[in-house]
Every structure is written in C-alpha cells, then in structure tokens.
C-alpha cells in the first residue's frame, strides 16, 4: 500500500517575463489501487504538475510538500524517484538517438530493480507486453520514439509502465492523438498494470474519452494552478455536457 501525498504545492518557472508562479497551492492524496483523473483548460498547469513531481530541472518548487509513503520525494534526484516507484509518461515523450527500445528497457529495469532482470524472464516478459499492446516485435529494434507515430510513443510509455511496475503513474495526455482502437489497447495496459501490481494512477486529461476506458475513483478540476473542484467520476460526465466554461470565466488562465 502506497501513498502519494501532494501538500500545498507552489511551484514557479522562470520565463522571458520574468518567474511566474504556475503551481498555487495543490493539494492531491493519490492511493494505490486509486484513479485519480485531473482535468482542466489548456495552460491550467496539469503538466507542470506532473514535471514538479517528477522532478523536472526547470520547475522550481517555492513551497509545500510530496512524499511517497511520508518519503520527502522532492529532495530525490529524478533517479532516485524513479526508483522510488514513481514514473512519469510525458505529454511530449523525447527521443533517445542511438538507443533500441530493448535496451532502453533493460537499463531502466535494472536501474530501478537495482540489478539486472534475468535474462530469459525478462525477454518473456517484454514479448507477452509488446504483444498486448499490439506491437510488433521489430518495435524493440527501433531507437527510442525517433520517428515514432504518436500512437507508437504512448505504446511505448505504457510498455515501459507495465514492465516497471511502479508504485504511482502519472500519464499525461496519453490520449492525445490516438485513435479509437489504439486509446482502447492503451487503457488496456493501464488497467492491466492496475490488477496486476494495485498501481495508483494520476491520470491527466484535457477530455472526457479516456474515461470511458479508464475509470477515475476521483476526478479534480484544475483551474489556474489549483484544483478548483473535486468529485467523483460523475463530475467527468458533467464537464463533458459543459466544458470548463463556468470555471475559465472566472478570469483564470492569465
Ligand atoms: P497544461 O498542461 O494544463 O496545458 P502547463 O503546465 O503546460 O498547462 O502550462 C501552464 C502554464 O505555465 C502555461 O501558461 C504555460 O505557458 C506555462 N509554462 C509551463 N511550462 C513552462 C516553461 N517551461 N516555460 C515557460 N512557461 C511555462
Ligand atoms: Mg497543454
Ligand atoms: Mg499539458
């Protein structure tokens, strides 16, 4: 049983303007086996959510507390959350020149289990995944997003999620730019990786579809650096009929 606790986060980045204060004060407890859906307008700082806790060098937390099972997770080098159970599927995923898939796998497995999975398990393993997220076993030969589709990276995102079985995800977008059949194969994974090891999950989504396939436990409005209202998945359906007109004319999103 793990607890992700986020505590009066203030979180600012340093722009041409000047440093702006993007993160106001969020309050967030994700538990394992727990669906947490964070929706909310563009630029309402749902990504500098999940950098801030994954440790992103450009965010700069001015106040407030995360801890993994009361574990002050923001003096942790990014490795060290990492090891520490946290993983991160990013909005926009970079590209690793140079790096297969398969090694880039088998690094990250190792860095975070601390030694090297045994061999013959561990190909087992990455085959039955690959083949769950219908993905072609050549996919494992290929650098790492270069030239990857945009359904390819969110694949890969969760590929990696299933085989490093953390104890919190935070997915960002993950379905921004997938079609109907590849959203369905994705949330496959997630929820799988929900069974299988009792996974917390941040889910962070502009739009309701998602949901359909993967069930939020409790969805919160994220308006102007803070959750602005919190519910349960009956909240999702009520964005979906209004949109986020009645919090963005409030003056937010400066
Ligand atoms: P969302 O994911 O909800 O669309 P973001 O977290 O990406 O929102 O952005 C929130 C606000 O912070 C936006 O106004 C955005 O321009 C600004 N912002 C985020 N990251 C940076 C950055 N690295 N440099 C400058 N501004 C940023
Ligand atoms: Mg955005
Ligand atoms: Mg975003």
């Known amino acids: 049983m793990s607890t992700l606790e ?21 309050n967030l407890t994700v538990k394992s086996g727990e669906t947490h859906a964070i929706m909310g307008p563009n630029g309402s700082g749902k990504s500098t959510l999940a950098y801030s806790i994954a440790g992103h060098p450009k965010y ?8 993994l099972d009361g574990e002050d997770v923001l003096s942790m080098s990014v490795d060290e959350r990492a090891r520490a159970g946290i993983f991160l599927a990013m909005q926009y995923p970079v590209e690793v ?15 975070i289990d601390g030694e090297a999975p045994k061999l013959r398990t561990w190909i087992k393993d990455v085959k039955g995944a690959m083949n769950q997220l219908r993905m072609d076993p ?21 590929l990696q999620m299933e085989l490093l079985q953390p104890k919190v995800a935070i997915l960002d977008e993950t379905d921004s730019g997938l079609d109907v059949d590849a959203l369905r194969i994705v949330s496959e994974g997630v929820n799988r990786a929900k069974d299988a090891t009792d996974l917390g999950v941040l889910l962070i989504t502009h739009y309701t579809r998602i949901l359909r396939y993967i069930k939020p436990d409790f969805v919160h409005v994220f308006v102007d650096g803070k959750v602005a209202e919190e519910g349960g998945p009956e909240l999702a359906d ?4 209004e949109g986020y007109d009645r919090f963005v004319t409030a003056g937010a999103n400066s």
Not at 97 to 111: E, I, Q
Request: zero cysteines.
């Open 60 to 67: 700069t937390i001015t106040q407030g507390t995360v801890t």
């Open 138 to 158: 050549e996919f494992a030969e290929r650098n790492v997003n270069e030239g990857f589709s945009g359904g390819e990276k969110k694949r890969h995102e969760i």
């Open 238 to 241: 009520r964005l979906e009929a």
């Open 6 to 26: 986020i505590r009066d986060l203030h979180v600012t980045v340093d722009t041409e303007q000047g440093t702006k204060e993007i993160l106001k004060g969020v």
């Open 97 to 111: 020149p140079g790096v297969t898939v398969a090694n880039f796998l088998r690094t990250a497995k190792t860095a």
